[in-house]
């Protein structure tokens, strides 16, 4: 599989898997280690976390299946996020639900996932999403410890509007090289970060583009929306024309844009896993992605 350059020390594998749910997959210990080697074994070598997953437990599940053969650490990527405070259970001292991006939340909150995921080092550490009252002289601060540290290798951000991007990276480039990963949400069913000229500024700015929700949450098959019915009149006969899934041609319509996307599939199925990774074998023609492309606008290009 494909893979893409992150920083010189980081690359990605071009599909990511995502471990949102892992807390609903219902999978023991060895059946998740089982299918940690099975999706290594296609050459998704990303992992994508988030302290809060799973009401904080993803990571500690994730670790927990790792640790059945630790020298799996060395073939994989592993991102993780910080920096929304959530109320819940797990952690009494959240009293209220709001953003943190304070130098002494972004530490405790890697060493926390450090911890969780049992590893010595997170190759990606993004910040979950911007901030109003977000100090960026003060996250590349806590971002310049944790990289002298050796505890991450790459930093990012995820969810970033242009300016956001901006405002941080302008600190950051003054301590070291510039922001390296957004991760935002992207799909033919939702093209804000297309038409509002995101994508198209990261890859100005040589930032590489992690899609989440590639399949709009399952909202692309929802044959009761207009939206999603538009979009399926189009896809449905490309994926008999190249006999592969639905979501196979979606996953293929991400994969041409320009940006290097990598789409995150969260799925605990491997057949599923699977229709992404036909993706990359797939190259849909420019008539196909810009028909999909307008049924989702609901009208035609100027």
């Not at 210990?29 to 988030?50: C, K, S, Y």
């Not at 290798?153 to 300016?163: D, H, I, L, P, Y």
């Not at 789409?263 to 992404?276: F, M, T, W």
């Not at 074998?281 to 008539?287: N, Y």
Request: charged content about 25%; some cysteine; glycine content about 4%.
């Amino acid at each position: 599989m494909e893979r893409i350059r992150i920083n010189k020390h980081v690359s990605y594998s071009r599909i990511v898997h995502g471990f949102w749910r892992l807390n609903e997959w219902g999978y023991s210990n060895q059946q998740l280690n089982d299918f940690l080697h099975e999706i290594v074994d296609r050459g998704i070598t990303t992992m994508d976390h988030a302290d809060i997953y799973g009401n904080y437990t993803c990571e500690s599940l994730f670790g927990d299946a790792l640790a059945l053969t630790p020298n799996l650490r060395e073939k994989l990527e592993i991102v993780t996020k910080c920096g929304i405070i959530l109320p819940n259970e797990n952690k009494p001292k959240n009293t209220g639900h709001r953003y943190d991006q304070s130098y002494e939340h972004i530490i405790e909150s890697v060493d926390q996932s450090l911890l969780n995921l049992k590893t010595d080092y997170i190759d990606t550490l993004l910040i979950h999403r911007p901030s109003p009252l977000m100090d960026p002289d003060e996250m590349t601060r806590a971002v310049m410890h944790l990289v002298d540290q050796g505890k991450i290798k790459a930093f990012g951000v995820s969810n970033f509007k242009c300016n956001q991007y901006e405002l941080l990276n302008e600190s950051l480039k003054k301590e070291m090289s510039h922001i390296s990963v957004n991760q935002v949400e992207v799909s033919p069913y939702q093209l804000e970060n297309i038409e509002d000229c995101t994508l198209n500024r990261m890859l100005q700015h040589d930032v590489k583009v992690m899609a989440w929700s590639p399949l709009a949450g399952g909202k692309i098959f929802d044959a009761n929306d207009e939206k999603s019915r538009r979009i399926l009149e189009v896809i449905q006969p490309l994926a008999s024309k190249y006999n592969v899934s639905v979501s196979t041609v979606v996953y293929s319509w991400l994969l041409k844009l320009p940006s290097n996307v990598m789409p995150i599939v969260g799925s605990s199925k491997i057949d599923r896993v699977d229709e992404a990774v036909k993706a990359t074998k797939l190259q849909l023609t420019d008539q196909e992605w810009f028909d999909i492309y307008v049924a989702s606008r609901g009208e035609d290009i100027l």
